[in-house]
């Protein structure tokens, strides 16, 4: 069942989006070369605590943690640690959320830390950001869940690869409902699948959040020994963006986005629903 929001209860979910986009400037100022992704989950427990906001991610399913730090290979779900030192070169997506009066909020984002890097690591990143706002622009009344997957996929199959080859969109994992849980019903593929059929259809108060995981390399990833952190097969590298959407009567509104998606979606010629909470 998928769970349809009023306008007062996205407002309320807007709220903790913002909450959700404050972590994310206050950690991507703090990913710098030496610091250990336990100082990165520090710094996401004193904004939510700034805000009077409560994590979602400490304890879900019993996972330790504030956030999820991903370095390099690892896809999602990486366990932040006193042992992980980021350095000059490294990749790391960033994946938090919050909840406020009962609401929640997720996002996910890549940042470079420190400086070198290699073109292919920057436009994959691009590419996988890019796919998002795609699927993001695709959710419109009248569409359905999979217009969404078929935005995102499409985008990534038509960027060139620097060095030939396919991106690899990960296949175990994907977006999916959001609202008073933080996981809920529809699960949102980052591609077509047609024995999935077309999904639900796209109305006023579907709130999802769309997270394209992609690689440079193998769609395919297994879980470490500590039953979370999920890496490639082949040890490539990843990117992961993810935002929290809202359907509205006026349009989309990225409930995570500080400015809820007003600039992206313009180039992208899609109006974004007015903010509730301007």
């Given at each position: 069942m998928v769970q349809i929001k009023s306008p007062e209860q996205i407002a309320k979910m807007r709220a903790a989006g913002l909450v959700v986009a404050a972590i994310h400037a206050a950690t991507r100022e703090a990913a710098v070369p030496g610091a250990t992704t336990k100082d990165l989950d520090q710094v996401a427990r004193k904004v939510l605590a700034d805000h009077g906001a409560k994590p979602n991610f400490l304890g879900y399913g019993g996972f330790p943690a504030t956030i999820c730090t991903s370095v390099n290979e690892v896809v999602v779900h990486g366990i932040p640690s006193d042992e992980v030192v980021l350095k000059d070169g490294d990749v790391i997506s960033i994946d938090c959320g919050a909840i406020v009066d009962g609401w929640h909020?997720?996002?996910?984002?890549?940042?470079?830390?420190?400086?070198?890097?290699?073109?292919?690591?920057?436009?994959?990143?691009?590419?996988?950001?890019?796919?998002?706002?795609?699927?993001?622009?695709?959710?419109?009344?009248?569409?359905?869940?999979?217009?969404?997957?078929?935005?995102?996929?499409?985008?990534?199959?038509?960027?060139?690869?620097?060095?030939?080859?396919?991106?690899?969109?990960?296949?175990?994992?994907?977006?999916?409902?959001?609202?008073?849980e933080m996981h809920m019903d529809p699960h949102l593929l980052n591609y077509v699948d047609r024995r999935r059929g077309k999904g639900p259809k796209l109305v006023p108060g579907f709130c999802l959040a769309i997270e394209p995981m992609v690689s440079l390399g193998t769609?395919?990833?297994?879980?470490?020994?500590?039953?979370?952190?999920?890496?490639?097969?082949?040890?490539?590298?990843?990117?992961?963006?993810?935002?929290?959407v809202a359907l509205t009567e006026a349009g989309p509104l990225v409930l995570t986005a500080p400015d809820g998606g007003k600039a992206k979606l313009a180039e992208l010629g899609v109006t974004a629903a007015p903010d509730p909470l301007a």
């Open positions: 909020g997720d996002a996910a984002y890549t940042a470079f830390v420190g400086s070198g890097h290699a073109p292919e690591l920057i436009e994959l990143s691009r590419v996988t950001e890019e796919s998002m706002w795609a699927g993001i622009a695709a959710m419109k009344q009248g569409n359905r869940l999979v217009d969404i997957s078929r935005a995102v996929e499409t985008y990534i199959r038509r960027q060139p690869k620097p060095g030939g080859g396919r991106y690899g969109i990960i296949e175990d994992y994907g977006g999916h409902g959001i609202g008073t769609p395919k990833t297994r879980v470490l020994d500590d039953e979370w952190t999920v890496i490639t097969t082949d040890g490539t590298w990843s990117s992961h963006w993810e935002h929290s």
